[in-house]
Structures are given as structure tokens and as C-alpha cells.
């Protein structure tokens, strides 16, 4: 069942990234909204937070090139921006009816990486929970200086811990063989 699975995924993704016509990304997104018609809602709000400030700034700088130059199709943008929300719309709607983890367990290798992220993930998310619910506990009322501070050092704080736990990750997989 899960090689069935593997198989359905990897053909629709194929055809999703191979697909240069708007109206069968358009179909294919009807088609993704049907399937999933109780969570759509729902999950067209993730899918969109996810991908906003990728296609934000696929916009802004095509919105650049075709005001420098006249020969940039409106359509291409509309089109790119279709294809990767209907991508992640697919990527999103299928792992959430098939076990990420099984999925993936036929390599060792994509196993372990697997496991690497989702712990990185899980860490990352409690670290803001708690940089929140501290922000939250100290500040008797939001003043805009006090949250431009916070979130200048939250960034800080997570790119600081970014690098320290991608050292710690090359060398953890370089003694396990990674890098052979």
C-alpha cells in the first residue's frame, strides 16, 4: 500500500512540476479542493501563511523586471504563483493522510534527515513559544519600540542557534558517515 502511495505522490508531483498550462493548475487545484473539502479552509490558510513571503518576493522582483522592461507577461507571474501554491497545497493535503515518517522509511539515510528536521522543527517552535509567552509575561502593554526590540532579538537568537545547531548536525552526521 505505502509503494502504491509512494508512486501516486511522486506521479502527481512529476506532473505539477512538469505542468506549464495555467488551466490544469487551475484544475488541479479545484480538483485538490474537492478532495479535501472539510479541511480546505483550514488548510488554505497554512499553505498561504507558508508560502507568502516566497511568493511575496517572487512578485516584488518580477514586479521590478516588468517595470524596467515591456516584453514580461502579467500571466507568468499569475502562473508561478499558482504552481507553487498548488504544490504545496498537494504536498500539504497528501502528508496529511499519509505518515511522513513510513513514507520515508525505505532509505535509511532520508530516515534519519527526516528525523534530524522534525526534531529541529519541534525545538525551533518551543524555543518562540517560550521567547513569546516571556515577551508576553513582562510587558504590561504592547509598545511598537519594545516589539521592534523583541523581534530583532528573537531573529538574533534564532539565527544564532541556526548556526550552532548546523555545526552540531555536520558534525553528528560526518561521524556517522554522511559525508563519505
Do not use: P
Not at 38 to 63: C, D, E, H, P, W
Not at 84 to 107: E, G, H, P, R
Request: hydrophobic share 55%; with cysteine.
Amino acid at each position: 500500500m505505502l509503494n502504491v502511495a509512494r508512486f501516486v505522490f511522486l506521479t502527481c508531483l512529476f506532473f505539477l512540476l512538469s505542468c506549464h498550462n495555467i488551466l490544469y493548475l487551475m484544475l488541479a487545484t479545484i480538483f485538490l479542493f474537492i478532495v479535501d473539502v472539510n479541511n480546505m479552509k483550514m488548510r488554505n490558510k497554512k499553505v498561504l501563511r507558508s508560502i507568502f513571503f516566497f511568493n511575496l518576493a517572487i512578485t516584488v522582483s518580477y514586479g521590478i523586471m516588468f517595470f524596467f522592461q515591456e516584453n514580461i507577461s502579467i500571466w507568468y507571474l499569475f502562473y508561478i504563483n499558482l504552481k507553487v501554491y498548488v504544490i504545496t497545497y498537494f504536498v500539504a493535503l497528501f502528508f496529511s493522510k499519509v505518515d511522513m515518517v513510513q513514507f520515508f522509511a525505505f532509505s535509511k539515510e532520508l530516515s534519519f534527515l527526516l528525523t534530524v528536521t522534525m526534531s529541529q522543527i519541534i525545538s525551533y517552535k518551543k524555543s518562540f513559544d517560550d521567547l513569546k509567552a516571556a515577551f508576553q509575561a513582562r510587558v504590561i502593554q504592547k509598545l511598537r519600540e519594545r516589539e521592534k526590540g523583541f523581534v530583532i532579538k528573537v531573529f538574533d537568537f534564532f539565527f544564532q542557534k541556526s548556526m550552532q545547531d548546523a555545526k552540531e548536525r555536520v558534525l553528528a552526521m560526518k561521524a556517522r558517515g554522511f559525508f563519505d
